[in-house]
């Protein structure tokens, strides 16, 4: 048997109707090289979704190698309950340096849904230990995605992902979203933000009582297709939890370290949430690691003489040395390499590639935040995700359209002439979808 054919036979492969392989090949790839995959065929393919959002250097970095090859030597896992390691440390000082230590504590998991789940347990719990019992519901925004587990699915507002488990699921609160796309002729994307903040308050005057949390994907909702809004629905959604005694949490797994053009998306607003949530990019693609970051009062209201008081949650591999390590080689990169700062540069070759993409008749709200490039296609949307990911592939590029939306999220290595070939294989392989090429 082949390996593809091993790999159907033993692997359930995560997000996919395994039936749909039976006409759409699985690629086995053998290596990585830089924003390339290389299969095991031959094949290159431009990695421009970083493998699902986590790749920010390219594969096989061979800084991040170098790290890892040298903590192997050290230390590979030690429990964090009542132990603690060099690597947990350092990270944990760098984060919270970069909040301006406005978030000072950082709690551990291994993927963005464990993410999801601690700040929700930690809202409702901080809640409890100052006797506010009642404060057990959340609210999160139409079209928000923060996860697949149980308790993740509840702040999930997508359908597909969702349905065959409402029996499952105690599902939240949902309040209109800021997507910029909603904006009424005339209207600014500001203008929308400001009417999605009205619409929040109306919700947070009925229900404060009961919300423990508002939960966000700031600047950019992305599984639901990539819908931006303006900075000043963070503000003014700050302004409104504070007021109403509701905390606010950041899930920034997928546009923290780096990808909305500053380190943390909730830089662009001037203001910080009581508990940010990172994962996906913050280990450079490497290794499983996610983690929630708190403010002082939060981490005090636990703080007590009682074990129960205290956040008792746990995952065995919470603080992996080589994961933790993998993280502090990727802050190196930013740091070392002025990331942030090349960066705006490669966002704006990419918008120069999108160019042409604009102009084709059948492209729609064509938009960009710091490195997410994504653009819609009026087309009916039954097969075109499937037809156009199929296209790109034969055009050497690995992307994934969501709905009738195609999204670039490149890692942060392209230089101009490959952003320019990024741009005309994309038209290429949109033309040839539209065009109904089999
Ligand atoms: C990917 C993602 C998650 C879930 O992370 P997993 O590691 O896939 O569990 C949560 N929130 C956002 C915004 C995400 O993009």
Redesign the pocket.
């Known amino acids: 048997m082949s390996l593809l054919q091993r790999s159907l036979a033993a692997v359930w492969h995560p997000c996919t109707q395994m039936k749909q392989h039976e006409t759409l090949p699985l690629i086995a790839i053998a290596r990585g090289e830089g924003p390339w995959l290389i299969a095991e065929d031959g094949q290159r393919y431009l990695d421009a979704v970083s493998s699902w959002?986590v790749n920010l250097f390219g594969h096989c970095n061979a800084h991040i190698n170098q790290r890892l090859r040298e903590q192997t030597e050290k230390l590979e896992h030690v429990i964090l309950a009542g132990f603690t390691h060099e690597p947990v440390v350092r990270l944990s000082e760098e984060l919270s340096a970069l909040t301006g230590h406005a978030l000072g504590h950082a709690f551990y998991a291994s993927?963005?849904?464990?993410a999801?789940e601690i700040a929700l347990k930690m809202s409702v719990h901080y809640w409890r230990n100052t006797g506010r019992l009642a404060k057990t519901r959340f609210v999160s925004l139409a079209g928000s995605?923060?996860?697949?587990t149980v308790g993740?699915l509840a702040v999930t507002d997508i359908a597909l992902f969702r349905e065959a488990y409402a029996p499952l699921v105690r599902a939240a609160a949902t309040v209109a979203s800021p997507d910029a796309r909603a904006a009424e002729p005339g209207e600014s994307a500001a203008d929308v933000a400001i009417r999605a903040a009205a619409a929040l308050e109306h919700f947070l005057a009925e229900h404060h009582a009961e919300t423990a949390a508002l939960i966000v994907?700031p600047l950019v909702q992305?599984?639901t297709g990539m819908a931006m809004y303006d900075p000043e629905y963070l503000r003014r959604a700050r302004a409104l939890c504070d007021q109403y005694e509701v905390h606010l949490i950041a899930?920034e797994?997928?546009v923290g370290c780096g990808r909305s053009g500053k380190f943390f998306a909730m830089e662009h607003t001037g203001v910080w949430p009581d508990f940010l949530c990172l994962?996906?990019g913050i280990s450079g693609g490497y290794l499983p690691l996610?983690l929630v970051l708190s403010t002082d009062t939060v981490y005090q209201a636990f703080y007590a003489d009682e074990v129960a008081r205290g956040f008792l949650h746990s995952h065995s591999y919470t603080g992996n040395a080589l994961a933790c390590t993998a993280a502090l080689a990727t802050l190196e990169i930013f740091r070392d390499e002025r990331v942030l700062e090349a960066n705006a540069q490669r966002a704006a070759w990419l918008a120069r590639a999108a160019e042409p993409i604009a102009a084709h008749p059948a492209v729609k709200h064509l938009r960009q935040q710091g490195m997410i490039l994504a653009f819609d296609v009026a087309c009916p949307e039954s097969g075109f995700a499937r037809g156009f990911h199929a296209h790109a592939l034969a055009e050497g590029l690995l992307l994934r359209p969501i709905g009738n939306t195609v999204y670039w999220m490149p890692p942060y290595v392209l230089d101009e002439a490959q952003c320019q070939w990024l741009g005309e294989r994309t038209l290429a392989a949109l033309s040839k979808t539209l065009a109904g090429v089999p």
């Open positions: 959002w993927d963005g849904a464990s999801t995605y923060h996860g697949e993740a994907e992305c599984a899930d797994i997928a994962s996906k996610s």
